[in-house]
C-alpha cells in the first residue's frame, strides 16, 4: 500500500525552516545573534521551564477530556498520520466490486465465497459474507452504515484529540508568559531576573504557537481528510455490495459506482 510522507515533511520543513533562521541570515527575516556559535544560539530558544508550562499544561488538560488509555491510541494515530497510507484506491476497489458482481450474475452468489476471502478490506469483505449468506439488503444497509457511523466517531475522537491540543498549547503559552511577566514585576532592579523571566514569557509563546501550528494542528487536520477519504470509500462499498444481489448490468454498475471518484481516477474498460 502506498504510503504518503507529505505530513511528516510538511512538519519537518514548518519547524526546521523556523530554526533555521535562527542559524543563517536572510535579510530582515534572520535572526542574528553576533558574538555566539550556532549551538549558543539554539540553546537561547531552549528554556525546560517555559516547556514544562506549555507541555505539561496541554497534557494535564487533555487528561480532563480524554481517558489515558484513549491517550495511548492517539499516539498511534499521529504516527499513522505521519506515513498516511494512501486511502484505498476507489478505482481498484469499483473494479474489484464489478468483477465480483459480474461472477454473480454467471455463478450464482455462491460462487464469490472463495474470492470474498482474498479482500483486504475487512468492511467489504464483511457486506459481502452477508450477501453471499442470504441477508435482506435492507439488514445489509443497516449494520455497514451502524459501522460506517462507529468508524466515523472514532476517527472524530482521534481527530479532537490533536485539535484540542493545538488549542490548549498557545492557551499555556500565554499563561507561562503572563508567569514570567509577574516574576519580573517582582523586582525591577535586578537586570538578571527581568532577562530570565521576559525569556520565559517570550519562549512560552513561541513554544505554544510552535507546537500548536506546527504539530497539533496540522495533524488533527491530516486526520479528518484521512477520515474524509476512508468514509466517502466505504460508502462506495456500501452501494457497491447492495448492487450484487439485484443482478445489476456489470456496466450499468461500474458508471454508477464511478460516480464516487474523480474522473482522473476512474479505470477505463480496457484497465
Known amino acids: 500500500m502506498k ?14 525552516l523556523t530554526f533555521a533562521a535562527i542559524f543563517e541570515t536572510f535579510g530582515q527575516l534572520t535572526i542574528r545573534i553576533q558574538g555566539l556559535l550556532p549551538s549558543q544560539r539554539l540553546g537561547i530558544f531552549f528554556d525546560i521551564d517555559s516547556l514544562i508550562i506549555v507541555l505539561g499544561g496541554t497534557t494535564g488538560a487533555l487528561l480532563v477530556n480524554f481517558k489515558f488509555d484513549d491517550m495511548k491510541n492517539f499516539f498511534s494515530l499521529a504516527a499513522q498520520a505521519l506515513t498516511a497510507p494512501a486511502q484505498g484506491d476507489e478505482a481498484e476497489t469499483i473494479k474489484q466490486i464489478v468483477d465480483l458482481s459480474q461472477e454473480a450474475r454467471v455463478n450464482g452468489l455462491l460462487a464469490l465465497e472463495p474470492k470474498i476471502k482474498q479482500i483486504e478490506s475487512h468492511f467489504l469483505r464483511s ?4 450477501v453471499v449468506d442470504g441477508t435482506d439488503t435492507e439488514v445489509i ?7 460506517l457511523a462507529y468508524i466515523q466517531r472514532r476517527h472524530l475522537k482521534g481527530q479532537q484529540f490533536f485539535l484540542q491540543a493545538g488549542a490548549y498549547c498557545p ?11 509577574v516574576i519580573m514585576m517582582t523586582d525591577l532592579s535586578d537586570i538578571d531576573m527581568i532577562a530570565s523571566s521576559m525569556q520565559v514569557a517570550l519562549l ?17 487536520g491530516k486526520l479528518s481528510i484521512l477520515s474524509s477519504n476512508e468514509v466517502a470509500l466505504k460508502e462506495l462499498m456500501i ?3 447492495l448492487s450484487i444481489p439485484k443482478g445489476e448490468n456489470p456496466k450499468v454498475l ?4 464511478d460516480t464516487f471518484v474523480s474522473p482522473n481516477k476512474r479505470l477505463t474498460d480496457g484497465q
Open 141 to 147: 444497509r443497516e449494520n455497514m452504515e451502524n459501522e
Open 171 to 181: 492557551s499555556f503559552g500565554m499563561v507561562g508568559t503572563l508567569v514570567g511577566l
Open 239 to 241: 452501494e457497491g455490495v
Open 3 to 16: 504510503k504518503d510522507f507529505t505530513t511528516g515533511f510538511g512538519i519537518f520543513v514548518s519547524i526546521g
Open 127 to 130: 457486506g459481502l459474507e452477508m
Open 254 to 257: 461500474k458508471n454508477y459506482l
Open 204 to 220: 512560552t509563546t513561541f513554544y505554544g504557537s510552535l507546537f500548536a501550528n506546527g504539530i497539533f494542528l496540522p495533524i488533527g
